[in-house]
């Protein structure tokens, strides 16, 4: 089994910023790309930004030079840096990891619970 668990939403002014975190546990054998999306009421989910093993980047235009993605494969951890958040940004925030189960030989993807993220005007 192969669990995610994100912390580190909640509530934040407009202009603050948030960091997220996201760590999968388990019985894991490795972990390709992992990302984070985000669900509004009323809205499809989507893709926030995403970040490959080797530590390459894609970010979404709507959050391009305020939302940083990391990670730290040591730790099976990824990480969302969200500054000068606006009230759009309110959503909740999914992570979801590609992952190699132990004694697998196929990945597949695995999400988490979700955080809630609120952003005051």
């Known amino acids: 089994q192969v669990q995610l668990v994100e912390s580190g939403g909640g509530l934040v002014q407009a202009g603050g910023s948030l960091r997220l975190s996201c760590a999968a546990s388990?019985?894991?054998?490795?972990?390709?790309?992992m990302g984070w999306y985000r669900q509004a009421p009323g809205k499809q989910r989507e893709l926030v930004a995403g970040?490959?093993?080797?530590?390459?980047?894609n970010v979404a235009e709507s959050v391009k030079g305020r939302f940083t993605i990391s990670r730290d494969n040591a730790k099976n951890t990824v990480y969302l840096q969200m500054n000068s958040m606006k009230p759009e940004d309110t959503a909740v925030y999914y992570c979801?990891?590609?992952?190699?189960?132990?004694?697998?030989?196929?990945?597949?993807?695995?999400w988490g619970q979700g955080t809630q993220v609120t952003v005051s005007s």
């Open positions: 979801k990891a590609n992952v190699r189960p132990r004694a697998i030989l196929s990945a597949y993807d695995y």
């Open positions: 388990g019985s894991i054998f490795s972990i390709n790309d």
């Open positions: 970040i490959t093993r080797g530590g390459s980047t």
